[in-house]
């Protein structure tokens, strides 16, 4: 959780700074650009039909203290100025005091999953709260949103494993809501979840996986929709184009290699 708009560049966000911001300051200091990375959220992933970033964020939450951020001048004077006047007119409890005493660092920024994501090429996600239930491959190398849950999965076994019915309907049914929409809680849908035996060795989950995903990618893009409207036509009994009862037929196959797994 980022706690502040102020570390975003997004023409969008009026707590944002404009992205020619950022390109004038990379231009003044280039060394700054390891220390902007692109910025995904629950709009990239289910609106997005390549689920690609538009907005990037400053990242300087691994620097230790606030002489160190000398190094990078005019990316600190942005958070001093837009963010640190948000954290220093938070309250005294022991949750604010880290948030005021660092007002440079993100509320948690999960260093031990960046560090290990670092080794892959994708990682899994799914939005926290959204009805789609709609898992992806997103690429590494980004700042991800609390918004996201992320899984240190990058094989199409996986992807199978997670976006199956079987998945769906333990996660629905253990998982809780925010207003009409389905939250996805790791500790109670992905904690609890029996994988089948050997999965992960599984070909055939594999190829399903795989096959599901790239059909999806391309028809969304072919289409210019997102995660969002393409499952609501998914869903529509009344939808009759024929990529979209292929994208019906391929999730259907996914689910019966999933049951095969099981053994049922």
């Excluded at 990239?44 to 203290?65: C, F, G, K, V, W």
């Excluded at 992905?190 to 989950?205: D, I, K, S």
Aim: aromatic share 12%; charged share 30%.
């Amino acid at each position: 959780k980022i706690y502040g708009q102020g570390f975003l560049f997004d023409d969008r966000d009026p707590g944002a700074s404009p992205t020619h911001e950022m390109d004038s300051l990379l231009e003044k200091e280039p060394e700054s650009r390891p220390r902007i990375l692109p910025y995904i959220g629950g709009e990239e992933m289910n609106q997005s039909p390549t689920q690609s970033p538009r907005r990037h964020a400053i990242y300087l939450s691994d620097i230790p203290d606030e002489e160190s951020l000398g190094a990078f001048r005019g990316l600190t004077e942005i958070v001093r100025r837009k963010v640190k006047p948000e954290r220093d007119r938070l309250g005294s409890n022991p949750n604010n005091k880290p948030l005021k005493k660092r007002w440079w660092a993100y509320q948690a920024h999960r260093p031990e999953f960046y560090s290990a994501a670092r080794g892959m090429g994708r990682v899994i996600a799914i939005s926290r709260v959204s009805d789609t239930f709609a898992f992806s491959f997103l690429p590494v190398g980004a700042i991800y949103s609390e918004a996201l849950v992320l899984f240190l999965f990058d094989t199409d076994s996986a992807f199978a494993m997670l976006q199956c019915r079987v998945h769906e309907s333990w996660a629905r049914f253990l998982g809780s809501s925010l207003k009409d929409d389905f939250r996805y809680t790791p500790s109670d849908c992905f904690e609890t979840f029996p994988f089948p035996a050997r999965w992960e060795e599984n070909a055939q989950l594999e190829t399903a996986g795989r096959q599901y995903d790239q059909f999806r990618a391309a028809l969304m893009i072919k289409n210019n929709e997102g995660l969002t409207t393409t499952y609501n036509r998914l869903h529509d009994p009344d939808e009759r184009d024929p990529e979209i009862f292929r994208l019906r037929e391929l999730h259907a196959a996914m689910d019966q290699v999933v049951l095969d797994a099981y053994g049922w």
